[in-house]
């Protein structure tokens, strides 16, 4: 990893350069299961903003710019976050499983209280800050050799860019893994073309369509929202493959996937299902 980071080394000397950093996380989503998940996420830090997406939407990027064709086998919708830099709120561009984003803006502040701890990590002197965000206690390593303020997820506020964050349980573990130079041709297509149709929300609000899509989770296509024609058949995101018909039967099994995500980042925030 030093070798991949150390490039970058006294480059961050002001924010007018487009940086890409990414973040290995590996997350506990159901607090029930002993699988663990792994993903990879990219944050980009622009003179304009900062975005924190999973790295699908980077790839299905670049296979169109080579295709000129979306999508491929693992490629999935995911929710995703945009903060203007003369903001300090973050656009939440949410995904729960119906045809719709929805967007929430919001303030992520975190207080930090920084230790005289430090340790190297990838090559980088870091150091030592906890906080309290979301229902849990996190530890952060950041490294004032970068001196950008963000990191994974919401957190920022340190001087230096977090480059290792775990909760007290080790549900979620993030950790740079690699960084660059974000191209100059690079464009955020398919994330654009999601932000374009969010419509604005609330978390009350938000909250009331998770169930309404727990209660009912193919809503999209039976109140004609998405069409199926005859013969078709819809993909879900985990690889299952319905015909129409099959689609009321398989309804408990989707409410059972939608109950296990029990254990967001922000705990607190966590959808009571009934």
Known sequence: MKKLLFLL??????????????????????????????????????????????????????IFSVKNQYGYKGYKLTSFLIKKNNSNEYQNYEYIGDVNFYKINEKAEQHWEISDSTKTFGGYPVQKAVTEFGGRSWV???????????????????PGLIMELYDAKKE??????????????????????SISRAIPVDHAKLNKLRLELYDNPFKYIMNGRLTLPEGK?????????????EL?????????????????IELDKAVKYP
């Open 248 to 264: 009321k039967p398989a309804e408990a099994n989707e409410r059972k996937k939608l109950k296990a995500f029990n254990n967001p």
């Open 9 to 62: 080394l006294g480059t961050f000397i002001c924010f007018s350069q487009s940086n890409r950093f990414i973040y290995e996380v590996t997350s506990k989503k159901d607090s029930t299961s002993q699988n663990l998940i792994k993903e990879n996420f990219n944050l980009d830090t622009t003179p304009n903003d900062i975005a924190y997406y999973n790295r699908l939407y980077y790839v299905n990027d670049s």
């Open 172 to 193: 979620y573990y993030f950790k740079v893994i690699k960084s660059g130079k974000i191209p100059e041709n690079y464009k955020r297509i398919s994330l654009e073309n």
């Open 140 to 158: 952060a390593w950041f490294t004032k050799d970068i001196p950008i303020p963000y990191g994974p997820y919401k957190f920022n506020g340190l």
């Open 233 to 245: 058949k819809l993909q879900l995101d985990d690889g299952t493959i319905l015909t129409k018909e």
